[in-house]
């Protein structure tokens, strides 16, 4: 069973995003709220081989539920991931009806 | 003004049509057929330079008038049977440019050289890639052997032209069908926002005519469109000819060419650890290499927060 989240439909405010990450090209981010309907595209990381930082993106993205895509769009660009820290802030308590 | 010459030359011969000693025969009296002549090879000659092919035309080619077709060496175009007698029954004889032919009405030994569609000034240059054609196929109620057409390979068009003095480029590729092809204006400042139409001319000369409303996209400096599927199966070089608004030029201009790879992927797909792109193999007629192209977007997602 899925771990139960502790933000109940609260409006979160995404900050930024961490990796630890290596690779070579450049890592693309992007941000979207439920069914895309929003979606912000983070700063490119340009991925090495070997790396001793965990570089930080800032963000700057407001949505209710927020989901992280992270890709490569160019031939023989490769990436691996072994570690991702999301900074969230629940800045509303609920989303009312219009 | 500048002055050009082209050749044509027999593209085909189908039907019961034989090929004697400069002339056409039918076989017999009841057969039917067609000689088609084409632009190819290195048939252009532009003011007196060497010969070029038609795809290595310049970029703003275009015929402004003065067009005239004419045989080298000079025999007339013409039908006759046998002794050169009783012409009366050859009425159904027809020859043309491009898409259009007239009939030859008139009965007689000879036949005037079909000028419908060259005389006008602003001939649309994909014309010039059409096949001229000319059909033997309704000779009726003759009884002896028929001797048809025409003595020579050499019919000449000449007439004047000019080059557009806008600069653009295309990307030659190649590209695959489906792909998008871009046409950038130049440094002198061509408005690209005024063509109406693209003709696209393969090697068979075919036309495939893209309209203004089917652009990908279109400004002052760029005009991006997809090649249609209907030049599937087309491997090699398209010509690019463009039809003006007479804003920045009018009738059709040559744009430059492309290629087009035609790829037959052979449908296997086989995991490699460590690989990092896709790779095709061919099988056309010009290379059966492969092609290193990009996994298309790898990605991953979340679950959502929240």
Redesign the interface.
Known sequence: M?RR?Q?H??Q?HAVGVRYRLTGSGSFLTTL?S?DSVETVNLDDITMTSVASREPTIISNFI????????????????FTISR?A?F?KPISESYPIV | MPLFSATFTVFSVTGTVSHGVGNYFLSDVTGSGTVAFSLSGNCLVLNGAAPVSLVNTPPGFIITGGLSLSMSPVVAFGARRGNLSNTAELSHFWGGFGPESIAATTAGVFFSIPALNISDPLIRVPHLFALYQIEFNTIRSVADALLIAQSSDGYILTGSYEIVQNSWTIDPGPYKVGEPVSIAAGSTGANLSDISEIQLVDDAGDIHVIKQKDFAEQTGTLLTFIIPPTLNGIDGDVVVTATGGGVQFSGTVMMGKFEILLVNGSGLYVLTAGK??DTIYENSSVNNGTI????P??????????
Do not use: V
Request: charged share 25%; no cysteine.
């Open positions: 899925a989240s933000f439909g609260q979160l979207r439920l949505s209710q539920r927020i989901q992280l895509q992270g890709r490569t769009d160019e031939i023989n660009d490769r991702i999301i969230i | 990092t792109d290193d192209t990009a996994i977007n790898p990605s991953f997602r979340t679950g959502f927060i929240g």
